[in-house]
């Protein structure tokens, strides 16, 4: 029997599908430091035959490893295949790799809407693959662990959804919260629009500026409000409101809820319900979170404040959205999903400063 | 008669009390541009006698003035004295300078809230000059014009207050919103924070940074609250939360209303209501306002949306904190006591990129 | 007679070719403002029929002209047009601009070098309009200013050139520096990229960054040793390496000569040889140039230093590379053509903090 | 026997003086990380009594240690002490701590300049510890690794004189540059200046900005040229001009040195050369550093370039000023110190984006 915090070093062949992009470099960034994971393969249609610390100087050193084309075979080999990809690109191959045996992980937005109509009018397509749609559990393990553990595919939660989850989701559990008029203000780097050339975001458009933008309707409206209905126990209505950080990292998420006892001890609900989360740090009272604090870390940091104790809960919550909000989430799901330790390869601290 | 657009050259003698914060040098840039204003005296206790193009190298080759020490004589021979103060400074000389004949554009929180306790109550100190806190008049040109003409002694509005002010007055002089629920989520960049040596507002601290800050309570808050009731006519409740952005200038106000009534058209209103102001520009429909469109300029940018029809009002509103948040205003605030043209020496677009 | 600082009232008619760029804006930001302009067109194929205010919202209550297509016809209305356009571009239109009595200043690097065969090799194209580049005056105006005023055809400086040239010159000029052996060691801000969408650009790959680029040669260059040879009368050898500096505006130029004379009094040369300049300001003896302190503003800082009194001179300058490195610098040239003072709508402090 | 790539776990106490700053952080931040390093003391006069993690949010969940008072019983437990303290602290500590076995790694200039009599002038103060300025050894790896095993008491370089000696190092060991002209122009993030308040260093002053500073004299100066004339074996003559960068970590050194052989293959040479190096990655030729290539990691990056074959070389070296520049690189000589892989607790790839 192993000694404990020891265990088999049977490595995990990992694939990852559309690794040019921020995610797929910051699933590269993590995996390299994790001692169970092998990487076997990563794929990109354009970047083939590159290696990838060409494109990913960082990485120099590190890894010596080519990007491939795209190709079901190779893939089948893996154990766990993550997609890095825009939407809409999963859709396509997961049914052959599943069948296959092997489980994936998908960061994109294709399996994490329930329903498909919904899907289909938040991202102007039809979807590709409906029949796994209901199989897809959504990879939140803080409300979601047990159904991680034993799932074929996960659909890793947005970045701005994780944040507005795990805000509201004490207030919610505990029916403490008016869900008829939440609203979610959040704010986000640069980093979430991806690496792809766009004049908004060059530094001379989103550096030294602040703005909101998808106001009328965001995609990641439907899926944060069936998170926060599943939560509730019943349907919620949001106002969400993104915004654009002159940052490169980080997402900041400040949440407004009226709340239905004034005199719930917001501080004890919110410590007692993270107490053992392994990612999730409520802040004491009278402190703020910093995006900093975060970054390139899996934390999530919680604050919440009920300002002049005038029945209105002011939650502030912040995660480095290439981590918690994406590839670092993704690590924590790999890790329920092959029974590691849920920290493993994502140990370190923020850097700060 | 003159002809249009010329006026008699009588120039407007001017000094300003505490010119060595960022308040300070930013009036000393508007108004070396400014054509009937002399500058004749500039204060500081710290710096008397030192050039002020020394500690501020923009103004080399603009402006030929050394710091002085505050003296009542000498500002006494003013048409009119801004105080760019800390709080707490200008009530001790104010009466001195009006017994003189001198106008005061005070641009501290000294004279904003009529109520002394609640003024008091908010900035930790004995108020020095209450008898004068009535008279004083609160120098939001777009709300109080006519006011203002004839004032003797102007406080100048709040940096955050002039956004979220200027962001609800529509909809509250028509009564249009819940008012006992009002929302306000803030930004600002670190110029708001003054020039004063600090370890939060380094660059190393504050940059690729975001937060909030002072949710529990910040002084802004009953400035606000008050502006807001004078224009509803009735008490207001707002909660109010500020966060610092890693930008030098720019405040961001999102603002949440529930609407009384959804089915008003919000841009039209918003238009209707702005049309005429020189400094507010409402942008078209589907449009959002950007901190940097506005930098260094005087200009308010306001967009309003109603999410997904459901009866919230979101209003987008983008100001420079030093210029319309604070030195601007002040000038705009001259232009109309000294019954010049209200764009006088504020004409220069933001500069952008 | 004129009373001084009167002068007849007839405006100036102008047009500018490609106004979609960092260029572009720039002019437009300074003409709105200058008493003597009357902008009639502004062209772009791309965006032809869209509201400049549209593409770039600074200018909103400031200018109502749309872009139109470029038409040589509508261009010979004008007394002077500018060209905001990439290299290559110029070439083609110039000659019937000239031909139809219209003055030119070009922003590009069309005209700019006067061996064609230099110019061929460096821009990997064919000149276009070969027989004019003799006739085109280099606009430098603290090298040129005589030239320039009897000039059909200017070629406007280039950003890092403007720098670079004023910072050597007064050493140049007196034969104090060892011309075999010159280095410029600078950094320009992202703008210098110009406005289209790249990846190496985006805020996420710019911002907390700092590399160099074009070390084993810059297209600058030549520009820069064509004009060093000039100013010294004898042929050059420059060792340039251009940086990217995570900041939207400014070039900082550090220049580093071996000084013939070590006991020349650096500070008193450079000193007398900008006394007159009404936009060079040599900075008193200890101070450092930051780029900052030209933000927005027409001029160029400089200092001068021999470290440890070892022969060798470092000289620091800094410009905005958008004014004065390019639509400021292009303004002056403007004002000194039609016999304007100098510093005409270009007299507004640089924007600090 | 061990088996490659295991050995046996005895921990290595360490306590740090003076760890409010940023190396301070940063050296938390990488031995929290280390499997060989167990943190028995922290000390800080200032903040003694007060958790670690609440002066730096980033290590909540990772470290629960209080800073304590500076006290040498305490610290005469450990194996190793680091100090992180501005210059002139360690000098009266080191001593007793020697004495009682323990080792040093001091992070300061107080050790580092083998003349005294250099160091009392640059420092101007007497030195406090002359008797063993001839014992410590100069802690650069890759000059000095052989003498660092041994040693008692390492003086940690700085962080400018890390990148300007390795990037001369292959040039000056093989006689190839002229070295009575060698030039180094450097830039630093904001954290090179420490975590101490200051208007300067403001993000309202320094973002946005670029300038030099200590140009007449750096502290650095003396340093980096005893480090070149022991690489040289003959005295040398450096021009060093620090730049001040908009970026919280990173250092860049563009180095110019002329090349007795022009006909050398410089980028063979530097490949060589650093072939066997853990931490000095040379590039392909035609790629230059970028300094976030080594955010948060312990690399050097460098490029060597020949431009135009004039007879130059131009060297490009990128650290980060926290972690090769001091606080890796300390870690880097404890896990030579105590015969551990050198780059234990090391091996994290750069954040990027």
Same mark, same amino acid.
């Given at each position: ?26 699933? @590269? ?12 393969? %990563? ?15 960082? +990485?120099?050193?590190? @890894? ?32 052959? +790799? ?8 998908? +960061? ?13 009018? *938040? &991202? ?52 403490? /919260? ?7 203000? !959040? /704010? ?24 909101? =933008? ?9 899926? %944060? ?5 599943? %939560? ?11 915004? @654009? ?10 949440? =407004? ?12 609900? &919110?410590?007692?319900? =993270? ?12 402190? &703020? ?9 899996? *934390?999530?940091? %919680? ?23 994406? !590839? ?26």
């Amino acid at each position: 029997m192993a000694a404990p915090g020891f265990w088999p070093r049977i490595m995990i062949k990992v694939g990852i599908v559309g690794g040019t992009g921020y995610t797929g470099v910051e699933l @590269l960034r993590l995996l390299v430091g994790h001692p169970r994971v092998e990487l076997v393969a %990563i794929t990109s249609r354009q970047e083939a035959g590159r290696g990838v610390a060409e494109l990913f100087p960082n +990485l120099r050193g590190h @890894l010596d490893l080519a990007f491939s084309e795209p190709d079901v075979e190779r893939l089948a080999g893996c154990d766990l295949v993550f997609f890095a990809t825009p939407h809409g690109v999963a859709q396509a191959t997961v049914p052959a +790799l599943l069948a296959r045996g092997v489980k994936v992980i998908d +960061l994109s937005a294709d399996f994490r809407i329930r329903s498909v109509p919904l899907w289909e009018r *938040w &991202y102007g397509q039809t979807h590709g693959c409906p029949e796994l749609v209901a199989e897809a559990v959504y990879g939140l393990p803080e409300f979601n662990r047990e159904r991680i553990r034993g799932a074929r595919l996960i659909a890793c939660p947005g970045c701005y959804p994780t944040s507005v989850l795990l805000g509201f989701l004490p207030l919610l559990e505990q029916g403490l /919260a008016d869900i008829t008029d939440l609203i979610a203000n !959040s /704010a986000s780097g640069v980093s979430g629009a991806g690496r792809q050339a766009s004049i908004p975001n060059l530094l001379t458009e989103a550096s030294d500026n602040f703005k909101a =933008y998808g106001v009328a309707g965001h995609r990641h409206l439907p899926e %944060i409000e069936q998170g926060l209905a599943d %939560i509730a126990g019943a349907s919620v209505a949001l106002t969400f409101v993104p915004h @654009l950080l002159p940052i490169i990292r980080g997402i900041h998420s400040t949440l =407004y809820a009226t709340l239905t006892d004034p005199e719930v001890d917001l501080q004890a609900l &919110y410590e007692q319900r =993270y107490r053992d989360e392994p990612f999730v740090d409520v802040l004491p009272a009278g402190q &703020y979170p910093e995006t900093r604090t975060v970054r390139g870390a899996n *934390w999530v940091r %919680i604050a919440v404040q009920q300002p002049q104790g005038r029945g209105k809960a002011v939650v502030m919550v912040v995660e480095d959205n290439l981590v918690k909000g994406a !590839s670092g989430q993704a690590v924590q799901n790999l890790n329920i999903l092959f029974d590691l330790p849920e920290t493993l390869g994502l140990d370190a601290p923020a850097l700060l400063p």
